[in-house]
């Protein structure tokens, strides 16, 4: 996993902490609360579906984007982006 390319953008940053927060989401409210457009919201997601950061599973025409937490490296990112990790607790 390359955490630079993981990391490198405030969108990616932004849809992970809302994915750690929320679970899965389809892709249209991932975007919306994300604050990012559809295609660009697509775009982050399928960069981190390679990178193996999340999964997604569709149900009928529907995209559900969650977090892999079964993968440690994952779980760390996600205590990085927690609200006590930036509070410095």
């Known amino acids: 996993m390359d955490l630079e390319r993981v990391l490198g953008s405030r969108g ?5 902490r809302i994915l750690a ?12 609360e994300a604050g990012l457009s559809y295609e660009t919201t697509v775009g982050h997601v399928r960069l981190l579906a390679e990178e193996g950061v999340v999964r997604e599973r ?5 995209r559900i984007v969650e977090l892999a937490t079964d993968r ?13 990790a930036a509070d410095g607790r």
């Open 58 to 62: 569709r149900l009928g025409r529907v």
């Open 21 to 32: 927060r929320a679970g899965g989401l389809n892709v249209t409210r991932l975007a919306r």
């Open 72 to 84: 440690p490296e994952v779980r760390r990112i996600v205590s990085l982006l927690s609200p006590a």
């Open 12 to 16: 990616r940053v932004r849809i992970l």
